[in-house]
T-cell receptor
C-alpha cells in the first residue's frame, strides 16, 4: 500500500519568512496530492491540491510542486502570517476507492 | 449551510459501552469516509462507502460497524468501547474520480 512521509514534524518561522514542507510517497500509481490545514480543535481543511499531470500549482501565497520521478511533493508558503500557524498534512491518492493516505503532519508556528 | 456535519461533537463514555456517531453531507457526493485521528495527530482511513456500499475497510476491528442508510449519511457504531478507541473521529465526503475530500468537524471520543 501507499506510504507517505512528511518532514519536518515541526517548523518555526518568523512572520514574513517562507515555509517549506516536504512529502515523499511510495506508490508510483498515486496521481492526486492534496494539502490540508488543521487549526487547533478544528477539521482538516483543503488548502491546495495538485494532480500528476501538473508540476506546479499556485494560489496566492501558497504553492505546491510535484516531482513524479523522485516521488516527492512540497508545500511552499510565502510571506507567512501568524494565522498560518496550524498543523499541515500532505496526502496521496491513486483513485483506488479515492483513498487518501496522509503524512504524519507538520506543526507550523509563525512567530510575530 | 454546513457541508459535512457530525453529531455529537463530544462523547464521553465508559469502557464496554456501545455508542454511535452520525454523519451527514449535503454536497451531493457519492462517497463517504470515516477517519481516526489519534493523540499524535495521525490521520488514518477506517472506512469508505460509495453509494451506500463498503469500498474500503482498513483492518478496523469488527467492533466498529459503519452503516449508510443513504448516500448522504454514514454513521459509525462502536461496540464494547476500549480505552484505545479514544480519539477524534472525522467523517468526510467526496465524489468518485476526483479524490477531493471534505471533512466534518470531528467527534472527540473519550473512553474512561
Amino acid at each position: 500500500g501507499e506510504n507517505v512521509e512528511q518532514h519536518p514534524s515541526t517548523l518555526s518561522v518568523q512572520e514574513g519568512d517562507s515555509a517549506v514542507i516536504k512529502c515523499t510517497y511510495s506508490d508510483s500509481a498515486s496521481n492526486y496530492f492534496p494539502w490540508y490545514k488543521q487549526e487547533l480543535g478544528k477539521r482538516p481543511q483543503l488548502i491546495i491540491d495538485i494532480r500528476s499531470n501538473v508540476g506546479e500549482k499556485k494560489d496566492q501565497r501558497i504553492a505546491v510542486t510535484l516531482n513524479k520521478t523522485a516521488k516527492h511533493f512540497s508545500l511552499h508558503i510565502t510571506e507567512t502570517q501568524p494565522e498560518d500557524s496550524a498543523v499541515y498534512f500532505c496526502a496521496a491518492s491513486n483513485n483506488a476507492g479515492n483513498m487518501l493516505t496522509f503524512g504524519g503532519g507538520t506543526r507550523l508556528m509563525v512567530k510575530p | 449551510d454546513t457541508a459535512v456535519s457530525q453529531t455529537p461533537k463530544y462523547l464521553v463514555t465508559q469502557m464496554g459501552n456501545d455508542k454511535s456517531i452520525k454523519c451527514e453531507q449535503n454536497l451531493g457526493h457519492d462517497t463517504m469516509y470515516w477517519y481516526k485521528q489519534d493523540s499524535k495527530k495521525f490521520l488514518k482511513i477506517m472506512f469508505s462507502y460509495n453509494n451506500k456500499e463498503l469500498i474500503i475497510n482498513e483492518t478496523v476491528p469488527n467492533r466498529f460497524s459503519p452503516k449508510s442508510p443513504d448516500k448522504a449519511h454514514l454513521n459509525l457504531h462502536i461496540n464494547s468501547l476500549e480505552l484505545g478507541d479514544s480519539a477524534v473521529y472525522f467523517c468526510a465526503s467526496g465524489s468518485t474520480g476526483t479524490s477531493t475530500q471534505y471533512f466534518g468537524p470531528g467527534t472527540r471520543l473519550t473512553v474512561l
